[in-house]
């Protein structure tokens, strides 16, 4: 039987402690995800080759839930705003939970049979995402976005069901965020 623990959150940063897992994602790891590479691999020459986002885990052998955090960087590569890769559950029967600590971002669904929709990200925000929909966060505001995340240790993320991308893009349009067709049909 495990024992009740507590785990420490920093909300600005996202840190988590304790931290059993962390990993980061910097431009050149998302080379296939962002519409224009040229833009990409010209802020990679000429400011080095950021961070995007991290994602930061409180995991117990033999529990059924596992949650972290994900901290994405303030930041856009041409027109579009710095994002997660996105991706569905391994198991179709397994959703998540996204609660936002800070920032600002737009949560962009896609469900199998194609339809889209996106939730507003902000301090306070609890976003319900359903099995079956693919996920990614975007952050449209000028500071971190930093969410908690929660979800089964079954989830598993499939990362090869979106490889050729979501259907639609947020861009920074002149007035705010834009979301856009991709070209990509679901
Ligand atoms: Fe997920």
């Known amino acids: 039987m495990l024992d009740p623990q507590n785990v420490t959150i920093d909300a600005e940063s996202g840190a988590i402690a304790p931290e059993t897992e962390h990993y980061e994602k910097r431009l050149s790891d998302l080379r296939q995800i962002f519409a ?14 950021r961070l995007v986002y991290q ?17 994405i960087e303030p930041g856009r590569v041409g027109s579009e705003y710095f994002m997660t890769r996105g991706h569905f559950h391994k198991r179709h029967d397994m959703g998540e939970v996204y609660h936002t600590q800070a920032g600002k971002g737009l949560l962009l669904l896609q469900a199998r049979d194609g339809r ?17 929909w693919a996920h990614r966060s975007i952050n449209v505001g000028d500071d971190r976005l930093v969410f908690v995340w929660v979800c089964n240790v079954e989830a598993g993320n499939d990362y090869g069901e979106l490889e050729k991308g979501m259907q639609r893009r947020v861009i920074a349009g ?7 067709e991709s070209g990509v049909r679901g």
């Open 174 to 180: 002149v007035s705010g965020p834009e979301m856009i």
């Open 55 to 71: 994602v930061r885990a409180f995991r117990k052998n033999e529990s059924d839930l596992w949650f972290g955090t994900t901290t």
């Open 116 to 132: 889209v929709e996106i939730l507003e990200m902000h301090p306070g925000s609890c976003s319900f995402i359903p099995p079956d």
């Open 36 to 49: 224009d590479r040229i833009a990409l691999d010209r802020m990679v020459g000429e400011e080095g080759d």
